[in-house]
């Protein structure tokens, strides 16, 4: 996969792109820069926040494919969760939700319009990552983050712009925050980066 940090769900457009803007992109695969060109594209759906509504949207996802290795890769926006129907702002809202305001998951479920098992799916997708983020702040504010944080403190250091924190864990761990398909597989996909970060100031 390669991210592109300058798009959000909100404004990716698969057919916005040109070759052009590969021309230094490196294959995730073999390393290779400036090999990459526009190739296809599939179909998926994701769940963002539009105010207080949770927006529905079936996309076209660009691919784009190295003439070195011939491998293709997913041109991803930056708050997209590979394999996850909710998108990184609409996550961190349903953890806000049931840790910080601890409203039961239930009620959240109901408010929303979700599956209380689409809800429980997103609190195990934090208790498989909540190590790795504190880890993360660990290391880019060891004198501001403590050696010990419940579930609440951990939510709370998330603070905008979240494309940057989102920007920083993959850098740090390979993955995006809260993928859980490849959780602890060593044969996890490499992420490369079109962007080399998020816009200045987030959304």
């Not at 599956?115 to 983020?133: C, D, K, N, P, T």
């Not at 809260?178 to 597989?185: E, L, R, S």
């Amino acid at each position: 996969m390669v991210y592109d940090f300058s798009k959000t769900c909100k404004t990716y457009d698969a057919n916005s792109y040109k070759k052009e803007d590969f021309a230094g992109t490196r294959c995730p695969g073999c390393g290779a820069v400036g090999r990459v060109r526009l190739h296809a594209s599939y179909h998926r759906h994701a769940m963002y926040l539009s105010g207080h509504e949770l927006i529905c949207k079936f996309y076209e996802i660009r691919r784009i494919r190295c003439f070195s290795c011939k491998k293709t890769h997913a041109v991803m926006p930056g708050d997209i969760i590979p394999y996850k129907t909710l998108t990184l702002f609409a996550v961190l809202w349903v953890l806000s939700l049931t840790y910080i305001q601890e409203k039961p998951a239930l009620k959240v479920a109901e408010e929303w319009g979700l599956s209380f098992q689409f809800i429980y799916s997103v609190l195990g997708a934090f208790h498989r990552h909540s190590g790795r983020i504190h880890q993360y702040f660990r290391e880019v504010s060891h004198e501001s983050t403590p050696p010990g944080l419940a579930a609440c403190g951990i939510i709370s250091l998330i603070r905008k712009p979240f494309l940057e924190f989102q920007s920083g864990y993959l850098k740090l761990n390979k993955r995006p925050c809260f993928m859980c398909k490849f959780f602890g597989n060593a044969r996890a996909p490499s992420i490369g980066r079109m962007a080399p970060a998020p816009p200045s100031g987030g959304l």
